[in-house]
């Protein structure tokens, strides 16, 4: 209500400040149960608290608008975590699949021998000696 001089009540500005900033409902309560609590009549003029109650719903607001930008973000981190989950589980499988064809793969016989340096090589003897 509207006090007759045209002041606004802190009700009036209460909820012109909740519609303003889409406020929830629990905040709004929140607010009005402050002044209450203070013995403060939500039908008193609202002037000398207007710049407060500005400032405590636009602090809510960008509380709220930060909490869902963080959970836009959680969701995208949870998705990319997905996706490299999935790639290293597959990079994880090629590795074995790699892993089990060495193991089984013919080894070079006991007369080769492998001579470490620059180039390496496979020397296997021949009729002159090593080739």
Do not use: C, W, Y
Request: no cysteine; aromatic share 4%; net charge positive.
């Amino acid at each position: 209500m509207k006090r007759m001089s045209g002041k606004r009540t802190l009700a009036e500005s209460i909820e012109a400040m909740a519609a303003a900033t889409g406020a929830p409902a629990a905040f709004v309560d929140r607010v009005r149960a402050m002044f209450v609590e203070k013995g403060i009549s939500l039908e008193a003029d609202a002037a000398p608290f207007e710049i407060a109650l500005g400032d405590a719903f636009a602090r809510q607001a960008a509380v709220h608008d930060n909490l869902e930008l963080a959970r836009r973000q959680l969701g995208t981190l949870r998705e990319r975590m997905g996706e490299l989950e999935s790639g290293l589980r597959r990079h994880a499988t090629e590795l074995n699949r790699l892993r089990d064809h060495l193991r089984s793969a013919k080894k070079p016989a006991s007369s080769t021998r492998l001579v470490p340096g620059e180039h390496d090589r496979f020397l296997v003897p021949g009729p002159d000696g090593l080739h």
